[in-house]
């Protein structure tokens, strides 16, 4: 903050301090404590849970005082005391419309602190819940204890599949659960018993009776393509079948029936046509929403969807009396909202579990991997004997992964290097941008990126936000986690790129700006692709 206040006093004549105070709080009578009302407090404390619930399972108070800030952060109070005594009220509201799971003393303690509390008990580490968590998680573990779902009769395994492969998908087809969750460890061929089952399902109940969702845009479109069927987001489908869309396309329908009545009415029935015509459109689409009996919807990478989502599609699943498959595997990466929910589910319901691991060439890996996978320390020493493992001071480190990285290049490798941490991605994504312009592989300008990286011709970058509205030549939309070359720069900072299968568009300069970044293939986080030569350049803490 010094630092700031030196820079901007360069630039800004007067006392920085003053004028930032003049500005945020002329013609403004700061409060204190007692201005706010008891229902306003208890308004905030439903706002803090309600915004918790979103992010977390479970909560403690500290959670709870860290969101009540950010609630609060636009309100102007007069001192440091008076924004405390607010933030304690709220977080006291906010507890009263959570639910404690802290098991109460049985036996009190003499020592204790001189607040009252035990010594023995971590200071506003009380951890709390909400009903919605719970209710969701009930509603989850009920559904997949329900076995009046649909039932695949008669289905045989075809013999080409493994013994495992084979047990899951009698298990699937046969078991009636309204919510089924599948365990598969990185390589088990979760993809090739999707399509197996894919394709007994439809035969079962007829095309169109497999739903294929992911938790992102670019998860999605692997899915569709290994599958062969269209398949959507979970945020989006919840969105358009009982989200804001789909109260958005109710109200249109119901606007465009009553003006076509209306047209009627006044004799102009072309007019009327018009307005039947779209809101039949409208009903198709809603339509194309819907779950239907006998449906069975597939969510791949399921680990990573949040408790909040999996509890809607279970519901619309059970009221349209479909089945929901969870596939995924609970030791890999969580979901960024509220998560755990399909670990709870494969823990209460014995999960179906594929155990043969099929990716890896050399036969060792195979084993090395589920021991990685299940925290087996002593797995390391495995790697380490098969030479797979480096160490060294941590530049060094970072030069050998970014001299292999550039070694595959010149082979013509898919390679992807991985760091573990942004400033050392944004340090390797300078590193690369440079020698690329020594080699007149990329023009040394750029438009400036969101990040602050710049990108110019022949440069890679990677699109960070969905955008349905851009379409590229194919008439698919710009995905999150797509990777593009830059053909074009034009003036106005606008981008001609060219993706996957020699798709095309042009991104305008806001959306360079704020939802692509400069990615010459080194990236944070491994997620958005598998490559064939991965690269990883750790930092000591790491």
Not at 470 to 489: D, E, P
Request: one cysteine or more; a neutral charge; proline letters at 4%.
């Amino acid at each position: 903050m010094h630092d700031w206040s030196k820079r901007a006093e360069q630039v800004i004549p007067g006392r920085v301090a003053s004028l930032i105070s003049d500005a945020l709080f002329q013609d403004q009578r700061l409060l204190v404590g007692a201005d706010l009302d008891p229902g306003t407090i208890d308004a905030y404390g439903a706002t803090v849970v309600l915004a918790l619930q979103l992010k977390r399972s479970t909560w403690t108070r500290w959670n709870i005082l860290a969101e009540a800030a950010r609630q609060t952060r636009l309100l102007r109070t007069k001192d440091v005391d008076a924004r405390l005594n607010v933030l304690s009220a709220i977080a006291k509201s906010a507890e009263r419309h959570s639910i404690s799971l802290t098991a109460p003393e049985l036996v009190p303690v003499p020592v204790q602190r001189r607040d009252g509390e035990s010594v023995y008990t971590v200071h506003n580490g009380q951890i709390y819940t909400s009903p919605a968590v719970l209710g969701a998680e009930s509603v989850l573990l009920d559904l997949a204890a329900d076995v009046n779902g649909p039932v695949l009769s008669g289905y045989h395994t075809s013999g080409d599949l493994g013994e495992d492969k084979a047990a899951v998908l009698r298990r699937v087809a046969s078991s009636g659960q309204r919510i089924e969750t599948v365990v598969g460890p990185a390589g088990t061929g979760k993809t090739t018993l999707l399509a197996e089952l894919k394709t007994a399902w439809n035969a079962g109940f007829g095309e169109g009776s497999v739903v294929a969702l992911a938790p992102s845009a670019a998860a999605a479109e692997v899915l569709a393509d290994s599958l062969d069927l269209p398949a959507d987001n979970v945020g989006k489908w919840i969105h358009e079948s009982i989200g804001i869309g789909a109260e958005q396309r109710q109200t249109w329908i119901a606007e465009s029936e009553r003006a076509a009545q209306l047209a009627i009415n006044a004799g102009r029935r072309r007019r009327a046509q018009r307005f039947y015509t779209a809101a039949a459109a409208a009903r198709t689409e809603r339509d194309r929403w819907r779950l239907r009996r006998n449906q069975l919807v597939i969510v791949d990478e399921a680990s990573m969807v949040g408790t909040m989502e999996l509890a809607c599609l279970a519901r619309e699943a059970d009221r349209a009396g479909a089945k929901l498959l969870l596939v995924g595997d609970d030791s890999q990466l969580g979901a960024v909202d509220t998560g755990g929910a399909f670990r709870l589910l494969v823990n209460e319901t014995n999960a179906a579990k594929l155990t043969e691991i099929w990716r890896f060439q050399n036969t060792w890996e195979r084993q090395a991997s589920l021991d990685l996978r299940a925290g087996n320390r002593e797995v390391f020493d495995v790697y380490d004997d098969h030479g797979r493992l480096h160490h060294g001071p941590a530049e060094d480190i970072e030069n050998t992964a970014y001299a292999a990285w550039q070694a595959d290049l010149t082979l013509g490798r898919t390679s992807l290097l991985i760091a573990g941490d942004n400033a050392t991605v944004a340090r390797l994504n300078a590193r690369a941008h440079v020698d690329r312009v020594q080699t007149r592989e990329v023009e040394p300008q750029g438009v400036e990126l969101h990040d602050g990286t710049s990108a110019g011709l022949g440069d890679t970058i990677v699109t960070r936000l969905n955008a349905r509205r851009l379409l590229t030549n194919h008439r698919n939309f710009v995905r999150n986690g797509a990777t593009w070359t830059i053909l074009r720069r034009w003036p106005d900072g606008s981008l001609t790129v060219r993706g996957a299968n020699d798709e095309t568009v042009t991104l305008p300069r806001t959306t360079c700006a704020r939802g692509s970044s400069w990615a010459t293939p080194p990236q944070p986080t491994a997620p958005r692709a598998k490559p064939s030569t991965p690269h990883t350049s750790s930092s000591p803490t790491t």
